[in-house]
């Protein structure tokens, strides 16, 4: 299984849930809180981790600045709390879905 780093936006309560189902989970806050985004990225690359996140910023970095990411980013869009059903379409892409280098998925809750 990949290494999963989580961002300083996600819940704790992912990274406790994710560990049970036998992934090995880094939080930001636990590495460098406040750090930069582009510095997240590269603390993604260091530990060969996918990034959870729910900045959209990563996406202004990767797809209006151009930056070369190396790594997977899934981008939860959540605008109505759901956390439960977000946590469990995040867990089915993890299951289900190659990530490679240039991926970048939205889960919305829609």
Same mark, same amino acid.
């Given at each position: 299984?990949?290494?999963?780093?989580?961002?300083?936006?996600?819940?704790?309560?992912?990274?406790?849930?994710?560990?049970?189902?036998?992934? &090995?989970?880094?939080?930001?806050?636990?590495?460098?809180?406040? &750090?930069?985004?582009?510095?997240?990225?590269?603390?993604?690359?260091?530990?060969?981790?996918?990034?959870?996140?729910?900045?959209?910023?990563?996406?202004?970095?990767?797809?209006?600045?151009?930056?070369?990411?190396?790594?997977?980013?899934?981008?939860?869009?959540?605008?109505?709390?759901?956390?439960?059903?977000?946590?469990?379409?995040?867990?089915?892409?993890?299951?289900?879905?190659?990530?490679?280098?240039?991926?970048?998925?939205?889960?919305?809750?829609?």
């Amino acid at each position: 299984m990949r290494n999963i780093l989580l961002d300083e936006n996600i819940s704790y309560q992912y990274m406790l849930e994710l560990e049970k189902l036998g992934y &090995t989970v880094l939080h930001i806050s636990d590495l460098e809180p406040g &750090t930069s985004d582009t510095h997240v990225l590269h603390l993604a690359t260091k530990h060969n981790a996918i990034l959870v996140t729910q900045d959209s910023d990563f996406g202004h970095l990767i797809y209006r600045d151009d930056f070369d990411h190396t790594l997977p980013i899934i981008y939860i869009r959540d605008k109505t709390q759901q956390k439960r059903v977000m946590f469990e379409r995040l867990v089915t892409i993890l299951g289900t879905v190659t990530l490679d280098v240039h991926t970048y998925i939205t889960i919305n809750n829609l």
